[in-house]
């Protein structure tokens, strides 16, 4: 499968040193006395966990994030040590091969910590275990309300280990502050309540890369960093991240059609003078969207070029500028450095997130700074 993609010219490029400076400056944003996690889950949003896990934990994250108990399986058979979190659901067979590897894993219902201790007591291990609190997203977390009546006297519980406590912002890339302050003020007087009645964990977390950025408050004792690892900005306006990954591909035809021509499936498009043509080597299969058609530009050299015709599932067409030449086998860059991906996901309606995901296992990914 690599062999075939490197041929094709068609690869994500990673740049490691681009990691490791996101680690450094998340490191000095939140201070020394405030951990960085390195939230790898989705192979690392496309970039690759093993070596993306590597090259954070070198440049100073001491914990590692993941989805589910699979995704911390390939870090623990690749050798890493580090302690990682399972941020998601674990079923009866994750949390066996959680506590088995010895992952931390996060609670939030009655099912999970049923399945939590019967793990425990299989392997005659005490489970590493992250409360987490529903402070507003409505999503995976317990409600404030049942903390001191059944959460404390269960996480107190001799058979597991109480790491963490947790909570996550819905919106702390948007503009308006107002409901991840709000959020905050819950997660807080959680922090209260817990102090005053009971006990506190020793890992207090609740920030992802915008909260880490824009909201001190949130930063407890460690701060879960995904997207910004990866130099993608968490939210508009954000500087000094160096972008990781570039999407690139080549040129694999060039041709010159005259005014009035239909290009691609649904002709989509029509030349409205003589246009040059050029092919590009990459399709929706590898993760480029069909969205994008005659939407998105790409860079040849320092030159956008746009997105002419539908996009097909292995190639895709731009139009050339007549003053720029072209050749087969010119690099195109999709995305990178010169060309954010956030531009590129506006362009198709999505997040970041979902494009950087969405990068295909056809794309070979090539690595740098290794
Ligand atoms: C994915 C995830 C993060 C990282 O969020 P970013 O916005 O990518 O920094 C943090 N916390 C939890 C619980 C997550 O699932």
């Known amino acids: ?32 006395e405030v951990a960085v996690m390195a939230v790898v889950k989705a192979n690392a949003y496309g970039h690759g966990a093993v070596p993306v896990a590597r090259a954070a934990l070198q440049a100073g994250a001491t914990w590692l994030g993941v989805a589910c108990a699979e995704e911390a399986g390939e870090l623990r058979e690749s050798g890493i040590h580090a302690p990682i979190l399972i941020l998601g659901a674990s079923n ?33 291990k005490r489970p590493r275990v992250h409360l987490k609190v529903d402070t507003g997203m409505g999503r995976l977390g317990v409600f404030p309300d049942t903390l001191l009546s059944t959460w404390v006297p269960r996480l107190l519980d001799p058979r597991v280990i109480w790491q963490g406590l947790m909570s996550h912002l819905a919106e702390s890339d948007a503009r ?20 005053t009645h009971a006990s506190l964990p020793p890992i207090i977390h609740l920030a992802n890369s915008a909260a880490a950025l824009r909201f001190p408050g949130t930063h ?25 990954m570039r999407l690139g591909s080549r040129v694999t035809f060039v041709k010159r059609l005259a005014s009035g021509r239909p290009l691609g499936y649904g002709r989509t498009y029509h030349t409205s003078a003589a246009t040059t043509i050029a092919g590009v080597g990459i399709g929706y299969a590898d993760g480029y969207r069909r969205a994008l058609s005659n939407r998105a530009h790409v860079m040849v050299g320092n030159r956008p070029c746009p997105v002419v015709g539908r996009i097909s599932m292995d190639q895709m067409t731009i139009a050339v500028p007549d003053d720029l030449s072209v050749r087969v086998g010119d690099e195109v860059t999709l995305f990178g450095p010169e060309l954010s991906v956030n531009q590129v996901a506006d362009w198709a309606d999505t997040i970041g997130y979902e494009i950087l995901t969405g990068i295909s296992p056809r794309v070979n990914r090539r690595y740098l700074g290794v």
């Open 92 to 124: 009866g067979e994750q949390a066996r091969l959680a506590v088995e590897l010895n992952i931390d894993l996060t609670v939030f219902d009655e099912y999970g910590w049923e399945a939590i201790l019967k793990a425990g007591s299989l392997y005659n």
């Open 220 to 244: 407890g004792n460690l701060v879960r960093i995904g997207i910004g690892l990866y130099g993608v900005a968490p939210f508009e306006g954000a500087k000094g991240l160096k972008p990781a």
């Open 1 to 32: 499968m690599a062999i075939i993609a490197e041929l094709r010219g068609t690869e994500a490029v990673i740049d490691l040193d681009a990691i490791r400076h996101n680690v450094h400056f998340f490191g000095q944003h939140v201070g020394e």
């Open 176 to 195: 308006e502050p107002d409901f991840t302050r709000e959020q905050l003020s819950v997660f807080l007087d959680v922090i209260e309540t817990l102090r």
